[in-house]
């Protein structure tokens, strides 16, 4: 709908904002925080956390953002190859839909950059 697409601008930075909200707070569920368990720090999942906290924060804030949700991104595809992927084909199987959907949400933010209301707009 053509009325809509003034308030595209807008709508982009809620789902980049939004998006890295909840991966940090995924991600900070791994160091024990919002119900989660701590995991080592010197670990697959520890790398996890990180990448997870400090990339969701600024993907939300809009800083280094085509790099850094690149880097989500491939965490989130490696995440569901490793641990989802083998347990069954589809997503809705084996428990996988929220690791394709933030790749694949991150993907599209890497490709669009921080855009106009962000920390690194005009970079």
Same mark, same amino acid.
């Given at each position: 709908?053509?009325?809509?697409?003034?308030?595209?601008?807008?709508?982009?930075?809620?789902?980049?904002?939004?998006?890295?909200?909840?991966?940090?707070?995924?991600?900070? *569920?791994?160091?024990?925080?919002?119900?989660?368990?701590?995991?080592?720090? !010197? @670990?697959?999942?520890?790398?996890?956390?990180?990448?997870?906290?400090?990339?969701?924060?600024?993907?939300?804030?809009?800083?280094?953002?085509?790099?850094? !949700?690149?880097?989500?991104?491939?965490?989130?595809?490696?995440?569901?190859?490793?641990?989802?992927?083998?347990?069954?084909?589809?997503?809705? *199987?084996?428990?996988?839909?929220?690791?394709?959907?933030?790749?694949?949400?991150?993907?599209?933010? !890497?490709?669009?950059?921080?855009? @106009?209301? @962000?920390?690194?707009?005009?970079?």
């Amino acid at each position: 709908m053509k009325a809509l697409r003034r308030f595209e601008p807008y709508a982009y930075a809620l789902l980049r904002i939004v998006a890295g909200l909840l991966f940090a707070f995924h991600g900070l *569920q791994k160091f024990g925080f919002f119900g989660g368990q701590m995991v080592p720090l !010197a @670990s697959k999942f520890g790398a996890a956390a990180v990448i997870e906290t400090v990339g969701g924060v600024l993907v939300a804030i809009g800083l280094g953002t085509s790099p850094v !949700a690149l880097l989500c991104s491939g965490e989130m595809a490696y995440a569901y190859f490793t641990a989802h992927q083998p347990r069954g084909t589809w997503p809705i *199987q084996n428990g996988g839909e929220l690791a394709a959907l933030y790749a694949f949400i991150f993907l599209f933010i !890497a490709t669009r950059g921080g855009g @106009s209301l @962000s920390a690194d707009r005009g970079k």
